[in-house]
């Protein structure tokens, strides 16, 4: 004879009780149906029982630790549960939910949920590991996992919304690729790479997960400032111009907020061109309570598109197996991957038409746009045809580029006209309100007279590489892409290897070299490698390990453009000049101007948003900075602009 019980100790329902005959009087239907019901009432109240062990968080502890009790509830009772409920190290095989978090929530070990699940709604969270049950990630909710092996094959993952993510600093996306896709789903539907799930390298050692969702909503514009009056969402990979703009917006917004993991461009013209700006969301939101003076109420245009987290090292070329998250092969085509990005280029004067622009804008994974290569050259590269190596062309030309809605980047010069060349370019561009977000540049050390110092010193070969990238960020001030660099084809290997060992390094340190990527020079063992295995050289890049291209968590990316200040009357923009003179550069506590002033006026400064944070009648040359934060800021003084940095 046995109790029937639920499973649960100590418990019994009723009096009855099991024998030898039972199986006789259930076949008689009056017990069938009072048994029927009988199992009907054990098993809800197993379910009520279940039930009433979910807990939802309340972050009412002082800190938001995850396995202190004091920080859930039960659902049942409302009451605070039991020392011990969650224990590091022991399956809590209950039901959690944390909504509404509004502090990232740490876990000092792994989250073991054995048969439980846990949900993440408008939360944060960050774990070593989940190694059992079941995650979902609602809408912006954003899980972080910091081991190595993270999961198990008992964790299982259901992205509901393209808002949110799952991060795996340790694990390589290709593995996630291979060995762990059957173990997420994309709200409900098992996850397919790349129709319906998203995975993106998140700096070569890991990768960062996402629901691939082409109808997510990352912008919130408003019609005014502080995130008030009629808010509009706008969808990703959509390019909204003039009056495509919802909730007649078109020249209407004042503020908005872009979700993390996003990049938004808005620009004044409605083809991308006029005063225009790239804001991204790499790792936080970026809210912008009211619109930069100089697109304040002005915008016709924008994009927004999924962000990739790619590191400063890529490649020239489809060369792949050396740890490289971006690439560019001097044209328009080429596919992004779990593992590398790549950056397209249009070559030349048939790279900027309407339908290779067109041919950017649907690939789906890219983020920046590659100006033109070496149309300063007129006897070579693109500058040879269709007259591009005249300056007015190229940038009528480069004109077409900016209908992409990308991050841009100017056309990558030999490095002798980096600063004539591209100067007068990049200047034409300034005055005709064509955004530069990026200045590419080539270098190989022809002024260092390679072809006959075969054996120079790999340190004098890096001292004139250090000025020329000073030289070039003094006058540009705006981060820069080195995309051809080696030490030259006349020299030899070990010269190579010594400037690279010098070289590398000194990149990464430098906060505007976002990108680099060696050329091989096709002479010796400093190519990558020879017979199909890597020579010593391929193995050194390979094995580097690499920075962030873009470190900033949100940023309002500079661009040439900055500090120009839109006539809200007829929105034609008032002309910047780098004329002005203002040292020392950085300061912190006074800036001095040389430069004839007016005797009347005001001097303006704003910050990188464009923001107006001071004005000051003009009384002497010297203006008191000490008040600013620390940061990086524009001087107006009448029609001339300049950036510096404060202190």
Not at 60 to 67: I, M, R, T
Not at 98 to 106: C, G, K, L, Q, Y
Not at 585 to 601: F, R, T
Request: with cysteine.
């Amino acid at each position: 004879m046995v109790w029937l019980k639920s499973g649960f100790p100590g418990w019994a329902y009723g009096d009855t009780k099991l024998t030898s005959g039972f199986f006789y009087a259930s076949m008689n239907p009056f017990y069938m149906i009072k048994n029927f019901f009988l199992f009907l009432v054990i098993i809800l109240l197993n379910s009520t029982l279940i039930a009433a062990q979910d807990l939802y968080w309340t972050g009412a502890a002082a800190s938001p630790d995850f396995f202190d009790e004091s920080n859930w509830l039960q659902s049942e009772d409302n009451a605070v549960p039991p020392e011990g409920t969650l224990d590091p190290g022991s399956a809590i095989n209950l039901n959690l939910e944390i909504e509404n978090a509004p502090t990232v929530i740490f876990a000092n070990a792994a989250i073991d949920l054995g048969t439980g699940s846990l949900t993440l709604i408008n939360a944060e969270l960050t774990a070593p590991a989940v190694p059992s049950g079941s995650v979902t990630i609602g809408d912006d909710a954003y899980l972080e996992l910091t081991e190595e092996n993270p999961f198990s094959e008992n964790t299982s993952f259901d992205l509901l919304s393209g808002i949110g993510w799952i991060k795996l600093p340790g694990v390589p996306p290709g593995v996630l690729q291979s060995e762990h896709l059957q173990q997420f789903l994309s709200n409900g539907q098992q996850a397919d790479y790349p129709s319906n799930f998203r995975i993106d390298n998140y700096y070569h050692r890991g990768c960062l997960v996402r629901r691939n969702d082409p109808d997510v909503q990352p912008l919130r514009i408003f019609d005014q400032a502080q995130m008030n009056g009629t808010q509009e969402y706008l969808q990703v990979d959509e390019i909204y111009q003039g009056d495509d703009l919802p909730g007649q917006m078109n020249n209407n917004i004042h503020s908005f907020i872009l979700k993390r993991g996003f990049m938004a461009t808005v620009a004044q013209n409605e083809d991308g061109t006029g005063l225009s700006k790239v804001f991204i969301a790499s790792e936080e939101d970026v809210i912008v309570p009211e619109m930069p003076a100089m697109l304040n109420g002005v915008v016709s245009f924008i994009r927004v598109v999924p962000w990739n987290w790619v590191a400063k090292k890529g490649i020239g070329g489809n060369v792949t197996g050396l740890h490289e998250t971006w690439y560019y092969n001097w044209g328009l085509t080429g596919s992004s991957t779990v593992n590398r990005e790549i950056a397209p280029m249009a070559w030349g004067h048939n790279g900027a038409s309407n339908q290779s622009v067109q041919t950017v804008i649907n690939n789906k994974y890219v983020t920046h746009f590659m100006g033109f290569n070496e149309p300063d050259n007129c006897n070579d590269q693109s500058g040879q045809w269709y007259n591009m190596c005249q300056t007015d062309v190229a940038v009528e030309r480069y004109r077409l580029l900016m209908k992409s809605g990308l991050r841009m980047v100017s056309p990558g010069t030999r490095e002798e006209h980096a600063l004539d060349w591209l100067k007068e370019f990049y200047n034409k561009a300034t005055e005709r309100d064509l955004r530069i977000d990026v200045i590419a540049i080539h270098w190989y050390d022809w002024g260092g007279n390679p072809a006959n110092t075969p054996n120079a010193n790999p340190q004098n070969v890096f001292n004139r590489f250090k000025q020329y990238l000073t030289n070039v960020y003094e006058y540009y001030e705006l981060p820069i892409w080195i995309t051809e660099f080696n030490a030259n084809i006349h020299r030899n290997t070990s010269v190579h290897q010594g400037f690279f060992e010098l070289a590398i390094p000194y990149l990464e340190s430098l906060d505007y070299i976002e990108r680099y990527a060696w050329f091989q020079p096709f002479s010796d063992a400093a190519n990558y490698y020879e017979n199909g295995e890597y020579t010593d050289f391929g193995l050194s890049y390979r094995d580097f390990v690499s920075t962030p291209a873009v470190a900033e968590p949100a940023w309002a990316a500079p661009n040439n453009l900055d500090g120009k200040i839109a006539d809200p009357v007829n929105t034609q923009p008032s002309q910047e000049t780098k004329s002005i003179q203002i040292y020392p550069n950085p300061a912190s506590q006074v800036l001095y101007i040389k430069k004839q002033l007016p005797q009347m006026g005001y001097i303006r400064i704003y910050d990188m948003m464009g923001t107006l944070v001071d004005k000051k009648q003009i009384t002497s040359e010297k203006i008191d900075i000490s008040q600013l934060n620390s940061g990086t800021y524009f001087i107006r003084i009448g029609e001339f602009t300049k950036r510096f940095i404060k202190l």
